[in-house]
């Protein structure tokens, strides 16, 4: 493990590089209204916003990254990046081919441009990014371990990119799930609706989302608190009823088991940012 600080890159400067084994993370800062042209990398990475924003663009798909975005970016692929008015600071995680080879035993997730941003992986990604503020003897573990989760929850919320397509009856019952999660609710009134047997759902909800309907529906939840903790200002018990739990106790205990931090501290780091 290596560490190099306040060294200059052509791509921005470079304020801290971790070499772990499989990937290389690099902290950088890109400076307001700075250009880069249309370039590629050797490696696949993703890339983490943690202050500021840009628009980067897959060929003619432009993608407007705001703090938290994360995006997955193959090898070879060409994309250009238009800062903002207050510049950037970003993590750039990048991927061993060796790593990428074990990973692709799971999934090709890796293979793929996707932008993404929600509450979940945001959380996941404050977590990672104090890991490599810290960088103690344990924070290799850590690391790689909420990266592989990060991967994980691309491949939860982009199935339809793996080796097959759900049905359309599984994508009408993962609608309905996200669209009622606060309550409501029930395996057997979801199986009923999309005209298929409960045990039917079950097997294949599992075989492409990768959980069960219950642990979606409380990914979803926490998803939906996570998003009101950033953007709203409802006390901690009106989010967590809005969010489908049963009380401020109910969120808390999920909320931490899940991310390592309550829900008042979340929304703290979220704004002190």
Known sequence: MTSDRYSVTPLGRCLGTVKLEGFILTEAVYQPNFTLKKHLH??????IVLRGSYTETFGRRPNDCKPYSVLMKPIGTDHADQY???????????????????????????DQSIHIRDGLLAALAMRLYKEFKLMDSASPFSIEGLILEMLGHFVRHHPESGSSTPPHWLRTAETM??????????????????????????????KFYGCTIGDYL?????????????????????VALAAGFYDQSHLTKAFQSKFGMTPGKYRAAWRSR
Do not use: W, Y
């Open 42 to 47: 050797d490696r696949a990475l993703m890339s």
């Open 84 to 110: 903002g008015s207050r510049g950037a600071r970003c993590l750039i995680i990048k991927v061993d081919p060796k790593k990428l080879e074990s990973i692709r035993t799971f999934s090709r997730v890796l």
């Open 177 to 206: 799930i996200r669209e009622h999660s606060a309550g409501g609710l029930s395996s057997l009134g979801i199986a009923s609706t999309v005209g298929v047997h409960p045990s039917h759902l079950a097997r294949m909800f599992r």
């Open 218 to 238: 409380r990914r979803v939840r926490l998803e939906r608190a996570a998003q009101e903790l950033v953007h709203g200002n409802t006390s901690l018990a009106e």
